[in-house]
C-alpha cells in the first residue's frame, strides 16, 4: 500500500469513530453497534477471499488481509455517516461547533491522552507479537490473525458495555450519588463477564468450526484451534479489567487505566511471549502470554480500583431518596 494511501485510511478510521461516539451520546447505541460489527463482518468475509484469491480473485496473502481491512473499515464509516445524518436528527451540523474552548479541551485531554496510547499499544503489541511469533513460525503468526478476527466479535461486545457503562457512572459521579455509582459498576462488571464467559465457552467448545471457515492447511488450522483455546482462558480476566478501565475513564483516573493497559498490552506479554518461543515447544507455551498477562493485570486493576474506591467514592456521601 502506498503511502498516498495513508491520510485515505486514517480517515476512514477517524469518521466511523467520531460518529459512532456520536450515536452513543445521543442514546442511540444500537446504531454505533451496527456501524462498527458491519465492518468487522465484512473484514473477516473478505480476509480469506483476499489473502487465498477465491471467486476469481489473484492470491495477494498478507497484502490481501489489508486491503481487507481497509474495506471493513470504508464500510464502517459509510454505515455511521448514513445513521449520523438520518437518526441524530438532534444534532445539528454548523461551523461553530468547531471552535475550539480551552478548558473543555483540557479536561477531553486529562482523559483522552491515557485512553489515546492505550489503543496505539495494541498495534504496538500486534506488531511485537508478529514478529516474536514469526521466530517461531510462519504458522503461528497466521494463527494469531485468525483468531484476533474471531475474538472482535466477543470483545467488541463487551467494549460496547464499557461504553454503556462508562457514561452511567460518570454522569452519578457528577452528581454525588454514590449508591448509583456502585450499582453502575457492579452491573457493569456482571454483564462484561456474562459475555466473556459466554464467549469462553463457545470458544472452548465450538473453536474447530471457527477455524474451519478460514481456508488453511491442517498444520495452521490445528495450531489456530489450541491458539483459540488457551487464549480464551483468559477472557474472564481480559473483561473484568475491560470492566475495569471503563469505571477509571468515569472517575477520571485515565493513568491507573493506561496502567492496566501497559500490564495487559506490553509490559507482561511480549517479554513473556518472547520467552516462550525460546522454548522447546514453543508451539504451544507462546499462547499462554495471553491469558498470564490478563490476569497480572487483573491483580494490578482490582488494587488500583480499591486504592480510587476509598479515594474517590468512600469520602462520598448517600443521596437521600427524592
Known sequence: MGTGAVPKVMLSMGIPMILSMVLQAMGKTIYSTIAQVSGAVCNIILDPIMIFGYFGLPQMGIRGAAYATVIGQVVSMLVAMYFHYKKNTEVKPGRGYLKLEKDIVKEIYAVGLPAIIMQALMSFMTYGINLIFGTVSQASVTAYGIFYKIQQ???????????????????????????????????????????????????????????????????????????????????????????????????????????????????????????????????????????????????????????????IIMPMKERKPC
Open 153 to 311: 466479535f466477543i470483545f467488541f461486545a463487551a467494549f460496547g458495555l464499557r461504553d454503556a457503562i462508562t457514561p452511567i457512572v460518570s454522569y452519578n459521579y457528577g452528581m454525588g450519588d454514590k449508591k448509583r455509582i456502585k450499582q453502575g459498576m457492579f452491573y457493569g462488571f456482571l454483564y462484561i463477564e456474562a459475555i466473556m464467559l459466554t464467549g469462553l465457552i463457545g470458544l472452548e467448545l465450538f473453536a474447530s468450526p471457527l477455524v474451519g471457515m478460514f481456508a488453511m492447511s491442517k498444520e495452521t488450522e490445528g495450531l489456530c484451534v489450541m491458539a483459540t483455546q488457551i487464549i480464551a482462558a483468559g477472557f474472564l480476566f481480559a473483561g473484568g479489567n475491560i470492566a475495569i478501565q471503563g469505571v477509571f475513564q468515569a472517575l477520571g483516573c485515565g493513568l491507573d487505566s493506561l496502567v492496566v493497559s501497559l500490564l495487559r498490552l506490553c509490559i507482561v506479554v511480549l517479554p513473556l511471549a518472547w520467552l516462550f518461543a525460546k522454548f522447546e515447544n514453543a508451539d504451544f507455551m507462546i499462547w499462554w502470554a495471553f491469558p498470564i498477562a490478563e490476569f497480572v493485570a487483573f491483580v494490578a486493576a482490582v488494587l488500583l480500583m480499591l486504592r480510587e474506591g476509598r479515594r
